[in-house]
């Protein structure tokens, strides 16, 4: 029957991948709106910090390997990773090979101190070449890429190895050497991870502006501004139900169920028509909601297939 590869399809499109959970963030702007209004000097800072910054994660469509449906990494710093080394002296022709991991990141920068220890000048080093092993965005292949350094860098001096792409994981390898007579030196490694930019052209960009909003109104216990971007972000977001699916993978236009189901709703028993009818409810409300009626959607299909 129609309506039942309308439910087929239903459930398959539900398992491939999670929606943006508009409901939730919606009730979570209400919440947001209904704390800041009772507070009275003890508004509870961290707790709706964490509440509206976990919702513009949402509302990115966060993925699983970090990256995001309405969202993308730029080369702009958000952060870094560091790590010390000290390179003791080897042979002539021998390296030490010292590395940096972090996620995201899309710059190298090798830096040498200008002191060992408190009042020890450092010594310099041979930088032989870089190694960069990532993984880019919207890929799972590991790629490699090889940078002849071959100079030696000073202490006080930094060399910048840009990456080709931004790595969703990276990896920057150096190899390097201390002279044999000249003692250890101190080397640091530091990765410079990416920026998120969200996209102009996502459905959910004007409650992400208002749920950044809300964390700087935070900042400064801006009780009105809160209230309003909470009010406003709620008041987008409920236009917007049932959720709108990520565009990397198939969709459901859930509201076409009742179209196709009207149709044969004269041959379908009426039992089995008010069953899908609140499964169909629950298709289209929150996380828990959508759980319970994919349960109750196998458990139908089972007992129509016994039929």
């Known amino acids: 029957m129609k309506w039942i590869a309308v439910a087929l399809f239903a459930t ?113 080093l041979w930088i032989e070449n870089v190694e960069i092993s990532y993984i880019p965005q919207g890929s799972s292949t590991s790629k490699v890429a090889n940078f002849p350094v071959k100079a030696t860098l000073e202490p006080g001096q930094t060399r910048t190895v840009d990456f080709p792409e931004i790595g969703r994981q990276a990896t920057a390898r150096v190899y390097v050497r201390a002279a044999k007579d000249g003692g250890y030196g101190n080397i640091v490694l530091t990765l410079i991870q990416a920026k998120v930019f969200d996209n102009a052209d996502s459905p959910y960009a004007d409650a992400v502006n208002s749920a950044k909003s809300i964390v700087k109104a935070l900042d400064h216990s801006d009780v009105p501004s809160i209230r309003s971007m909470a009010a406003r972000m709620e008041s987008d977001l409920r236009q917007r139900t049932p959720a709108i699916a990520p565009p990397s993978g198939t969709t459901i236009d859930v509201s076409a169920v009742p179209a196709v189901a009207a149709t044969t709703a004269a041959s379908v028993q009426p039992d089995v028509y008010a069953e899908l009818q609140a499964i169909e409810d629950l298709l289209t409300g929150s996380d828990s909601e959508r759980r319970t009626g994919l349960d109750k959607l196998h458990q139908l299909l089972r007992k129509l297939r016994s039929h």
Request: charged content about 30%; aromatic content about 6%.
């Open 12 to 124: 398959t499109s539900l398992a491939q991948q999670q929606p943006v959970p508009v409901a939730r963030v919606a009730d979570d702007a209400r919440v947001i709106d209904r704390v800041a209004e009772a507070s009275k000097g003890d508004l509870p800072r961290d707790l709706l910090l964490r509440i509206a910054n976990e919702d513009i994660e949402l509302l990115r469509g966060r993925r699983a390997d970090g990256t995001y449906a309405y969202a993308s990494y730029e080369r702009m710093e958000a952060s870094r990773v560091t790590e010390a080394y000290s390179i003791q002296p080897s042979g002539e022709d021998q390296l030490s090979k010292v590395d940096i991991r972090g996620e995201f990141g899309y710059r190298l920068t090798i830096g040498l101190p200008q002191r060992r220890m408190m009042v020890t000048k450092n010594r310099p």
